[in-house]
């Protein structure tokens, strides 16, 4: 997988997605400011980046900012730049801002819903008319930037709540874009697929137990968690070997995929572990057998005895 994917490889076979992902897109084009919105983990950074790269801006500068990483008293430095000496421990020389970086392109503010509430005035003055000036005065700057906003929070319910401005939720609200959790598409099959390619394991494939249990997790990661749990499954793999199982899975994350996350999913534990039960107590404990008769390895019922606590 390039590192730059394009929007519909990020898509995949979700419809839902590709269509807001194709809004975003025109929205962009058309100097219409994007705001992605999504659980933490569902990629936004990365659709950022396909958003900029299929537009006229493409191979002009990229600049991302997270504005829950950056120090409250430094924010404003960061984004507007500085003047020497415009305050104690400023750089000589000063600094262009991200703001001036991204001129031509495409500035991306991530978590823009924690930006502080002293900072969101100034952002919106310099979103209206397109201009910037450095901290500690200097000549303004014209800007020529494409916008993407990206937040985990409810920026709605945070205007209510008197920590976001209204007008600025609006100058930023052009063209919403909803990111779908993983545990809500469609396709986590074919995104497994796409990221195992990344991955360097092009032949290599979930066989169908794990392929069960991944589709029943919640992924509180998203797709974040799912590119680490295959990028560690794929380093556990001996030479040659054409299927994760869960044999290779650590054992920290087959606790939280076997854990009951609700009454139901207790059940459904319960009722595989009285399967597994009363299947030795046919074959006389002998696992062999018993491991046939239930579809699984010798390997992956000696696993589940141990997770499940049977004697």
């Not at 919403?176 to 469609?186: I, N, T």
């Amino acid at each position: 997988m390039p590192a730059r994917p394009d929007l519909a490889n990020l898509a995949g076979d979700d419809a839902r997605l590709a269509r807001a992902l194709k809004i975003g897109a025109r929205a962009l084009a058309a100097d219409v400011p994007v705001l992605l919105r999504g659980e933490t983990g569902t990629g936004k950074e990365v659709v950022a980046r396909a958003l900029h790269d299929a537009g006229e801006r493409a191979g002009k500068p990229f600049v991302a900012v997270n504005c829950a990483a950056i120090p409250e008293g430094l924010i404003e430095s960061e984004l507007f730049g500085y003047r020497e000496g415009a305050f104690t421990g400023s750089r000589k020389g000063g600094m262009v801002g991200r703001f001036q970086q991204a001129n031509g392109g495409t500035l991306f503010l991530d978590e823009i819903g924690d930006m502080p509430v002293a900072l969101q005035a100034r952002l919106l003055r310099v979103l209206q008319e397109r201009h910037v000036a450095p901290l500690g005065g200097g000549d303004e700057v014209a800007l020529d930037i494409a916008l993407i906003c990206a937040t985990h929070r409810d920026l709605g319910q945070q205007v209510r709540d008197g920590h976001f401005r209204e007008d600025l939720y609006y100058r930023l609200n052009g063209a919403g874009v909803r990111l779908p959790a993983l545990r809500e598409r469609s396709d986590i099959r074919a995104l497994t697929r796409q990221l195992l390619d990344s991955l360097g394991a092009a032949g290599v494939a979930l066989d169908n137990e794990t392929e069960k249990l991944f589709a029943g997790y919640g992924w509180p990661g998203n797709i974040r968690q799912l590119q680490m749990v295959l990028k560690t499954a794929v380093a556990l793999l001996e030479p040659e070997e054409p299927a994760i199982t869960t044999d290779h899975l650590t054992d920290d994350f087959l606790d939280e995929l076997l854990a009951p996350a609700s009454a139901a999913a207790g059940s459904l534990r319960e009722a595989e572990l009285a399967q597994i039960r009363d299947t030795l107590e046919r074959h006389q404990g002998n696992v062999s057998a018993a491991a046939s008769a239930l579809g699984i390895s010798r390997a992956t019922l000696y696993r589940k005895l141990k997770q499940l606590d049977t004697p």
